[in-house]
């Protein structure tokens, strides 16, 4: 690989196994995985049922260790890093969308995007902390950019599923994050609300956006500039 | 407060069982600000009881001879005379002080009133060792017993039971057919602990000559005496100080100074070191600790059953950027607030109670609690560790949970 290239990488997997291990079953999820993600790539990986995307997309997402192989966040490997530093990653550079939207059914929409701020310790006030207004402020700004800037005040209950999917979407970019990653976003959406989801992934790419999104659905696969193909936990496809 | 706000939140949806687990942490803390501050008050009021029938005060009576002594055969009831006392007077190194008293029960007449009272008679030496002021006229003086005049002091309640709110002193009154003229009424006591007979305020005093004459004890000791008082000396221990007299005592009665039946000893303060008041104050506290304690049990299930429901919520905020030590932290706060919630709420009914406590006017022999400081300090401190256990099992259970689980949680 050529020194430009990995500097240019977010997320850089090689060779990477994942082991599930209960006391029944010893599940090799990943066989060996190779996959660069780039600044601005808007990739999705894509893949039958059982093949391995959630557990890739866990690994990219620092939420769980590789068994075997190497992880590289920003050209860095991330092998050594106890949890606080993990953590300090996810909220600084990561943002997590999820099939079953998980917003926290009695903080409303604004609170529910706020969630990473409250945790980030590169903010101005004590121990790093952000500012409480600070942090409203760029969640209001967040929502802005999903079109629910008049929801703010709303619970989850009281939106929609595509609302509330869009509500977690502006809770992955709240942070400015480098790489967003989606699992299933649209899993749980009809088509018409998943096309305005997917129409957010499109314009968050076009400003630059870094973007993985495991799906099943075909649309997405069209969209996206790159589309990774995995079965029984290795990539057959990579175009 | 986020982690207080979703205390108050999780509090209205347990409901029923979150008022229950709020009532045993009130229940507890009350418990361990009034059982501990009235078990303070409780010694207080065993002290006060000691200090007004004197604290440093010892008396010896004449009993029978003992069954392992000699001759045991001898089964006559021993007498102690008023010269005997005398010379142990002399004799004595360690006592502050020895006098006499005799007593007996008789029928006292004033007026149209009529009821027995307990007579004593008394000595200035004796006197002195109980040191209970006069409230009207005077105590019985040298004079009274050098001449043994038919002369009378009054305890408070006798004063009170045959004249009221009038005057006592100068008024006649007949002891057993005899003419006393009142000489002086004594202060109110209360109630005392330790005493010996009826309390001071229910007795009549009368020189101890004037009881001897009128009175004698029949056959040959008519000058035969009740008790021996003694006062301790500042620095003799009390057990030196019986055992002199004891001996002094044994040897003029021809008895063995080891016959506890022959001579019988008492002390105020070897009463009051009888007394388990160190016990009684340890098991208040400790019944209530653990009552505060149990309650903690309460929190915890409720923290540890909320955690469960809650790990979704763990998990997100774990892969959005928390920290486990944030978790941590959000769990103990959330402890925390329920514990001071239920823990302050408890402290100030005890404290309420305690204040309407001290506004009735109840006998002084009944402990009022207190309001004490070790007492709230110790509710309180208690309390945190409830808060720390029961906050802090759950929240590291909740740091644990794995933040991958939000990718595969579906609903
Ligand atoms: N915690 C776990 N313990 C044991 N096995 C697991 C665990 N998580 C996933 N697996 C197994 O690992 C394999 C890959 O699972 P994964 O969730 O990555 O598949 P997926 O491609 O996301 O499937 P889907 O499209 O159904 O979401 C599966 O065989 C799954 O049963
Ligand atoms: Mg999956």
């Known amino acids: 690989m050529g020194v430009g290239e990995a500097a240019n990488a977010i997320l850089d997997l090689e060779g990477v196994h994942k082991h599930y291990q209960t006391d029944r079953v010893d599940v090799h999820a990943l066989r060996g995985v190779d996959l660069r993600i780039a600044t601005g790539d808007y990739l999705s990986i894509m893949g039958p049922s059982g093949s391995g995307k959630t557990t890739m997309l866990e690994i990219l997402g620092l939420l769980s260790p590789a068994s075997a192989g190497t992880v590289r966040f920003q050209g860095r490997p991330t092998s050594g890093l106890d949890v606080t530093a993990l953590a300090h990653i996810r909220s600084q550079e990561i943002g997590f969308v999820f099939q079953a939207f998980n917003l926290l059914p009695r903080l409303s929409a604004v609170e529910n995007v706020e969630l990473p701020l409250v945790y980030q310790r590169s903010g101005g006030g004590p121990g790093g902390r952000r500012s409480r207004r600070d942090r409203k402020e760029r969640a209001i700004e967040a929502l802005r950019r999903v079109g629910l800037e008049s929801r703010a005040g709303h619970?989850?209950?009281?939106?929609?599923?595509?609302?509330?999917?869009?509500?977690?979407?502006?809770?992955?970019?709240?942070?400015?994050?480098?790489?967003?990653?989606?699992?299933?976003?649209?899993?749980?959406?009809?088509?018409?609300?998943?096309?305005?989801?997917?129409?957010?992934?499109?314009?968050?790419?076009?400003?630059?956006?870094?973007?993985?999104?495991?799906?099943?659905?075909?649309r997405v696969g069209a969209r996206a500039a790159r589309t990774v193909s995995v079965r029984d936990g290795v990539i057959e496809r990579d175009d | 407060m986020d982690s207080a706000r979703q205390a108050l939140r999780l509090l209205r949806a347990y409901g029923l069982r979150s008022v229950l687990t709020l009532f045993g942490l009130v229940w507890g803390t009350a418990s361990v600000v009034f059982l501990v501050g009235w078990g303070e008050s409780l010694e207080e009021v065993v002290d006060r009881g000691f200090e007004k029938a004197g604290r440093d005060l010892g008396q010896l009576s004449a009993g029978t001879i003992g069954e392992e002594f000699t001759p045991s055969t001898d089964r006559r009831q021993l007498l102690i005379s008023w010269q005997d006392v005398a010379a142990i007077r002399?004799?004595?190194?360690?006592?502050?002080?020895?006098?006499?008293?005799?007593?007996?029960?008789?029928?006292?007449?004033?007026?149209?009133?009529?009821?027995?009272?307990?007579?004593?008679?008394?000595?200035?030496?004796?006197?002195?060792?109980?040191?209970?002021?006069?409230?009207?006229?005077?105590?019985?003086?040298?004079?009274?017993?050098?001449?043994?005049?038919?002369?009378?002091?009054?305890?408070?309640?006798?004063?009170?039971?045959?004249?009221?709110?009038?005057?006592?002193?100068?008024?006649?009154?007949?002891?057993?057919?005899?003419?006393?003229?009142?000489?002086?009424?004594?202060?109110?006591?209360g109630a005392q602990f330790g005493q010996d007979g009826e309390p001071i305020d229910d007795q009549i005093w009368i020189p101890i000559t004037t009881h001897f004459a009128s009175w004698p004890t029949p056959g040959t000791e008519p000058n035969a005496v009740s008790t021996v008082l003694y006062r301790l000396s500042r620095s003799s221990a009390v057990d030196?100080?019986?055992?002199?007299?004891?001996?002094?005592?044994?040897?003029?009665?021809?008895?063995?100074?080891?016959?506890?039946?022959?001579?019988?000893?008492?002390?105020?303060?070897?009463?009051?070191?009888?007394?388990?008041?160190?016990?009684?104050?340890?098991?208040?506290?400790?019944?209530?600790?653990?009552?505060?304690?149990?309650?903690?049990?309460?929190?915890?299930?409720?923290?540890?059953?909320?955690?469960?429901?809650?790990?979704?919520?763990?998990?997100?905020?774990?892969?959005?950027?928390?920290?486990?030590?944030?978790?941590?932290?959000?769990?103990?706060?959330?402890?925390?607030?329920?514990?001071?919630?239920?823990?302050?709420?408890?402290?100030?009914?005890?404290?309420?109670?305690?204040?309407?406590?001290?506004?009735?006017?109840?006998?002084?022999?009944?402990?009022?609690?207190?309001?004490?400081?070790?007492?709230?300090?110790?509710?309180?401190?208690?309390?945190?560790?409830?808060?720390?256990?029961?906050?802090?099992?759950?929240?590291?259970?909740?740091?644990?949970?794995?933040?991958?689980?939000?990718?595969?949680?579906?609903?």
């Open chain 2, 90 to 189: 002399r004799q004595a190194r360690l006592a502050r002080a020895v006098g006499a008293e005799t007593r007996r029960y008789l029928p006292v007449t004033a007026g149209s009133l009529s009821f027995h009272r307990e007579v004593r008679g008394v000595e200035p030496e004796g006197l002195r060792i109980r040191a209970i002021p006069v409230a009207q006229g005077r105590t019985i003086r040298p004079g009274d017993v050098g001449e043994r005049r038919p002369v009378a002091v009054l305890g408070f309640e006798v004063a009170e039971d045959l004249y009221g709110a009038r005057p006592a002193v100068g008024r006649r009154l007949r002891i057993d057919g005899r003419f006393f003229e009142v000489v002086g009424r004594l202060e109110r006591m």
């Open chain 1, 155 to 218: 619970l989850p209950g009281e939106m929609s599923g595509g609302e509330r999917q869009r509500v977690a979407v502006a809770r992955a970019l709240v942070n400015d994050p480098a790489v967003i990653l989606a699992d299933e976003p649209t899993g749980n959406l009809d088509s018409k609300t998943g096309e305005e989801v997917l129409s957010l992934f499109d314009a968050l790419h076009e400003q630059g956006g870094t973007l993985v999104v495991v799906t099943h659905d075909e």
């Open chain 2, 240 to 411: 030196a100080t019986e055992d002199e007299l004891r001996r002094l005592l044994a040897e003029r009665l021809g008895v063995d100074p080891k016959d506890e039946e022959a001579i019988v000893g008492w002390s105020a303060s070897r009463t009051l070191a009888q007394i388990p008041l160190g016990e009684l104050r340890g098991i208040l506290a400790l019944l209530s600790v653990t009552t505060l304690a149990i309650s903690g049990i309460g929190v915890l299930n409720l923290m540890l059953d909320t955690v469960r429901q809650r790990r979704r919520e763990i998990g997100l905020r774990l892969a959005v950027g928390a920290r486990p030590l944030d978790v941590v932290v959000q769990f103990l706060i959330e402890t925390a607030t329920i514990v001071a919630l239920g823990g302050l709420l408890g402290i100030a009914i005890a404290l309420a109670l305690i204040l309407a406590f001290a506004a009735v006017d109840l006998p002084e022999i009944i402990p009022v609690p207190r309001v004490s400081v070790p007492a709230i300090a110790l509710a309180l401190g208690v309390m945190s560790a409830v808060g720390l256990i029961a906050g802090g099992i759950p929240a590291l259970r909740a740091a644990r949970v794995d933040p991958a689980s939000t990718l595969r949680s579906d609903g």
